[in-house]
């Protein structure tokens, strides 16, 4: 059974910094591309990062580039999303989400989240 | 950057109801369209990827449609377990933009 478990989150002063963990079981993780994507609270989603099997390809959305850094170690089926500068609009959910590898790339499976707030 | 524009942004309908959601990309995306489900506090679940293609697992009455820039996911006949937010996604190029989601309620 594939599984995606963050952790990390919690509540943060803005301008501070945040390492967000994805442990994946259940699946062969260096095969994947991964993505970080959030949910601000009553809000919609919002895709943050991308990182390939092999990291390669990382992409960035603009909202947090140059501020979040996706890392990912293969060897402890290990996903990272570093977070500096952190402000309060970046407070959300922060999922881990697994891309398929079958054509047009959907992501197939999505951790439960760990909330992140910036907040003084 | 490729903006994911869904509507309407909310839609109250009765059980056995059909109903239809619209996803447009500002450029073409060919079939790089997939359509989410999320009920509260619960992660997204995927129902259909490439437009059109069913995934595994989800009821027969989920479909899509489209390819370029618009695209629909139709509920042919509405069941208590669907009133949800629905969101598309562009898996074309980075970023990997959603949608701003449909909030499903029941009339």
């Known amino acids: 059974e594939v599984q995606l478990v963050e952790s990390g989150g919690g509540l943060i002063q803005p301008g501070g910094s945040l390492r967000l963990s994805c442990a994946a079981s259940?699946?062969?993780?260096?095969?994947?591309?991964m993505n970080w994507v959030r949910q601000a609270p009553g809000k919609g989603l919002e895709w943050v990062s991308y990182i390939g099997n092999s990291p390669t390809y990382i992409y960035y959305a603009d909202s947090v580039k140059g501020r979040f850094t996706i890392s990912r170690d293969n060897a402890k089926n290990s996903l990272y999303l570093l977070m500096h500068s952190l402000r309060d609009e970046d407070t959300a959910v922060y999922y881990c989400?697994?891309?398929?590898?079958?054509?047009?790339?959907?992501?197939?499976?999505w951790g439960q989240g760990t909330l992140v707030t910036v907040s003084s | 950057d490729i903006q994911m524009t869904q509507s309407p942004s909310s839609l109250s309908a009765s059980v056995g109801d059909r109903v239809t959601i619209t996803c447009r990309a500002s450029?073409?995306?060919?079939?790089?369209l997939n359509w989410y489900q999320q009920k509260p506090g619960k992660a997204p679940k995927l129902l259909i990827y490439g437009a059109s293609s069913l995934q595994s697992g989800v009821p027969s009455r989920f479909s899509g449609s489209g390819s370029g820039t618009d695209f629909t996911l139709t509920v042919s006949s509405l069941q208590p377990e669907d009133f949800a937010a629905y969101y598309c996604q562009q898996s074309y190029s980075s970023p990997y933009s959603f949608g701003q989601g449909t909030k499903l309620e029941i009339k």
């Open positions: 450029q073409s995306i060919s079939r790089y």
């Open positions: 259940g699946f062969t993780f260096s095969s994947y591309s």
């Open positions: 989400a697994r891309e398929a590898r079958w054509n047009y790339q959907p992501i197939d499976y």
